[in-house]
């Protein structure tokens, strides 16, 4: 696809770049905020007569969907 996109535009002109448009300009991004191995995932839940309160740490947030779908089945 690219080979046939080539053999398209070979003989085109690229379009003309705008000096207003071509300068970089500075921009400071502040990275989020990294969790702590204090933040923790705290819920208590409850299935036909069984009661789980469960502290889960925040950093394994992914694990403790997969563990949580796995168990609500």
Do not use: C, T
Not at 1 to 7: D, Y
Not at 25 to 46: F, K, L, Y
């Amino acid at each position: 696809l690219l080979r046939h996109w080539i053999g398209l535009y070979r003989n085109e002109l690229p379009a003309p770049v705008s000096s207003d448009y071509s300068k970089l300009v500075a921009v400071q991004v502040d990275p989020a905020p990294a969790m702590s191995r204090d933040d923790a995932i705290e819920i208590s839940i409850e299935k036909n007569r069984a009661r789980v309160s469960i502290r889960w740490p925040g950093h394994q947030a992914q694990a403790f969907g997969s563990w949580l779908d796995a168990w609500l089945k």
